[in-house]
């Protein structure tokens, strides 16, 4: 790296340290910033532009342009240089700016005569914020130096953005953290709450952007990285006895805490004046910032290895540590980048909600969010960078969309929106001990999803006659290492022991795919929803599945047993399943060990195959669930995991319909018990028409059974029977327009 003369660029980030510090209002603040930096540059311009929404760009204050252009010239992201600069995130130079591809001569700005153009993006942990340029009459080759120098101080410019110094009389931007927002996100657990941010990892506030002592500040970055680096040793230790995985990614942060290349230009942007935090901050920014850029996985994973190390670095120097001494609010809504299903299950029902940045419809997290059934959105943009600890904040997990920091009209039409549906709760608790039986006197069998002891005391409150689907691998994501067989006899017990009679269908571990413990290896898929998984690697590993059914056999001890197994693709497979379990029952038998007072033993149907397996599977299965989120995505070749495709197909198209009537048929030949268990379940337009082509029972979370059983109870569910038919008859694509008719006719 060449050596770079820091006294002018130093003498220039202390006169933009006085200028933050100063009382001046935020427009003569930004005018006075460009007059410093023209002049400390000796160029002719020096301009920025800042960003008024995502996609555009203002001239905030400029030193040699048209004062007249300010606050009136604008450029949408990529227009022009300047917008070419914001939308790469990277700088740009030109000695004959006229002649570049994509140059916009904006005439009111009288830049005509300026030949030569250097422009930096201003950005914050990825976010861009906007642009800062400079411009000469002559040409000009600005060098390496320059542009490196330029990038310092657009640094400084980002953290002065972000903490408002440019805020004030004549600026028309608001306060940052201070204006109402509405997010846009994706439903992952339905749902309202109104509560206050609690940031799972607070954020590391800069406050001193520039030092006084550029060797005393690379001391101090010198002591906080020898702290991190014996901090990832010690991980490094404690993780000998883990899997391959854990230790690998331990070795990547090992390897970019002795990054040279890391510590060399960081100790640049001290000798320029930078502080130890503001140095480290800026190579997360571009860190973050080529994020954005890199298709490869593994290298996106690498760089979040690394803005994982520079906050664990930056809260070394600053000590902003996790644990603030701040104490969680009433109404928490938990706002975090992504989380781990163990540390959402220690917040438990402390929290009302959860916002998470990253996330997905099948995580972890989301699992858990559905079995403490708190509404949970996923992939809001910017939802850490915009939230602050204490805000007042507005979660619709039902359309997927967060108001932070609302004003008084949006706040009073969500709680409008809440007390419509507490009045519509009061009403379906009255329903709870009577039938789900429609006006023709069928009746439907609604039970529960559960996944957590927590699940359980809902059972009797929420009019469930059964637990319909128990996910066992919850014991097994939450968790450091493998559970024993004895663990999980206990938990297995307290589950039998809290439903109090009524029937549990424990599913067993349906691991793989988007649901990896954090001890056992992800293979290499490049497919992994429909690869290695559920059931397909109970038979392969039958190691862990013959310890989980001991496990499930001896917490029944003398109790009914009901054992499901998950992602069955054929007949042969269950059989293979099947003969597993008997197997451990006879040899349970011989250890004297008190056996299930009823065993049944059923499939879920997840793969189209399954519903065209031959009579000899229908008539040995116990019973069949239809596990209808992976039998949609399957049926339809939409992964629910992609947002360009998961909504696009409708349970209520006819033909996905016409494709369960033929499961019903199946299953009522053979005469074997079946049940749909899935999100749509818990709709309850949807649940009803699957009552109306002839599915016996359904399982849903437990608030959607309150719901489902109204609709039930005022509908005639041969009405519905013969309105589908006639829908297919006539060759609709979708059912659910005659139905929501059918629904909005019906009277309380």
């Known amino acids: 790296m060449p050596h ?84 790469l995130a990277r700088p740009l130079k030109s000695a004959d700016a006229p002649s570049e591809p994509g140059f916009r001569y904006m005439p009111e700005t009288g830049e005509e005569v300026f030949t030569s153009f250097l422009g930096v993006p201003v950005q914050r942990l990825g976010e861009r914020l906007g642009v800062l340029v400079v411009q000469s009459k002559e040409t000009r080759d600005y060098s390496e130096d320059e542009i490196y120098g330029l990038e310092v101080v657009a640094m400084v410019i980002a953290e002065m953005t972000e903490l408002g110094a440019f805020v004030g009389e004549g600026t028309s931007f608001a306060s940052p953290h201070k204006h109402a927002t509405t997010l846009r996100g994706v439903t992952a657990q339905e749902g309202e709450a109104e509560g206050h941010v609690w940031l799972h990892q607070p954020r590391v506030v800069v406050t001193n952007l520039v030092n006084d002592d550029s060797k005393a500040e690379i001391a101090r970055l010198h002591d906080a990285v020898e702290k991190l680096r014996g901090s990832v040793d010690d991980m490094l230790n404690a993780a000998r006895s883990r899997d391959k995985e854990h230790q690998e990614v331990l070795q990547t942060y090992r390897m970019f805490a002795n990054s040279r290349g890391w510590m060399k230009r960081m100790e640049e942007d001290i000798r320029l004046g930078l502080s130890a935090e503001a140095a480290v901050e800026k190579e997360q920014s571009i860190a973050r910032a080529r994020l954005e850029t890199v298709p490869d996985q593994y290298l996106r994973d690498r760089l979040h290895d690394l803005d994982d190390l520079s906050n664990r670095l930056l809260r070394i120097l600053t000590g902003q540590g996790v644990e603030t001494g701040a104490e969680m609010p009433d109404r928490a809504i938990l706002v975090a980048r992504n989380i781990g299903p163990g540390d959402l299950l220690e917040y438990g029902r402390k929290l009302r909600g959860v916002v998470l940045e990253e996330g997905a419809v099948g995580s972890h997290a989301t699992i858990v969010a559905r079995a403490l059934a708190i509404p949970l959105v996923i992939s809001v943009p910017r939802i850490t960078t915009d939230a602050l600890s204490g805000d007042h904040i507005l979660v619709d997990g039902t359309e997927g969309v967060i108001h932070l920091r ?61 637990v319909g689907l128990f996910r066992t691998e919850l014991q097994f994501l939450t968790r450091e290492r493998m559970p024993r067989r004895s663990e999980l006899v206990a938990t297995y017990a307290r589950v039998l022991d809290a439903a109090a009679g009524k029937s549990v269908h424990f599913r067993t571990l349906d691991i793989g795919s988007d649901k990896v413990a954090p001890y056992m290896k992800r293979p290499d898929e490049p497919n992994p929803a429909m690869g290695w998984r559920a059931l397909r690697v109970g038979l392969d590993k039958p190691g862990v599945l013959r310890m989980q059914l001991q496990a499930l056999i001896r917490a029944a001890a003398g109790r009914p047993l009901s054992v499901m197994f998950p992602l069955v693709a054929t007949g042969e497979e269950f059989a293979r399943a099947r003969d597993t379990l008997m197997r451990e029952i006879e040899r349970e038998r011989r250890l004297g060990h008190e056996l299930p007072e009823q065993l049944k033993v059923g499939a879920m149907m997840e793969t189209p195959s399954l519903a065209y397996a031959p009579d000899s599977f229908y008539r040995e299965v116990d019973f069949i669930s239809i596990g209808g989120n992976d039998l949609k995505q399957f049926f339809f070749a939409a992964d629910r995991e992609n947002e360009l ?73 041969n009405e519905v029977s013969e309105l589908i038919a006639r829908v297919q008859v006539r060759g609709l694509e979708s059912a659910r327009p005659a139905l929501l008719d059918y629904v909005a006719s019906l009277v309380d």
């Open 4 to 87: 770079r003369t820091e006294t002018d660029s130093r003498r220039m980030l202390r006169e933009l340290r006085d200028e933050m510090a100063s009382a001046q209002p935020g427009q003569e603040r930004l005018d006075r910033i460009t007059t410093i930096i023209a002049k400390s540059m000796g160029t002719d311009v020096c301009s920025i532009y800042l960003l008024r929404d995502p996609d555009t760009l203002e001239l905030c204050a400029t030193e040699g342009l048209r004062a007249s252009a300010v606050h009136e010239t604008r450029l949408r992201l990529g227009e022009g240089l300047v917008g070419k600069v914001a939308r």
């Open 406 to 466: 609302p004003d008084d009209t949006v706040t009073g039409a969500f709680r409008d929106k809440m007390a419509m549906q507490a009045k519509a709760q009061e009403r379906y608790a009255s329903l709870r001990d009577k039938p789900a039986m429609g006006r023709c006197g069928t009746q439907i069998t609604l039970k529960m999803n559960a996944g957590l002891m927590a699940d359980l005391p809902s059972l009797p409150t929420s009019g469930a006659e059964a």
């Open 645 to 717: 495709v998961r909504r696009r197909y409708d349970t209520l198209n006819v033909s996905f319909l016409t494709f369960l009537q033929v499961i019903v048929d199946r299953c009522h030949e053979t005469e074997t018990a079946l049940s749909f268990c899935g999100e749509d379940a818990g709709r309850p337009v949807d649940a009803l028409a699957m009552a109306g082509i002839g599915i016996p029972a359904l399982s849903m979370r437990p608030a959607s059974i309150g719901p489902v059983k109204s609709l039930i109870r005022r509908s005639n569910l």
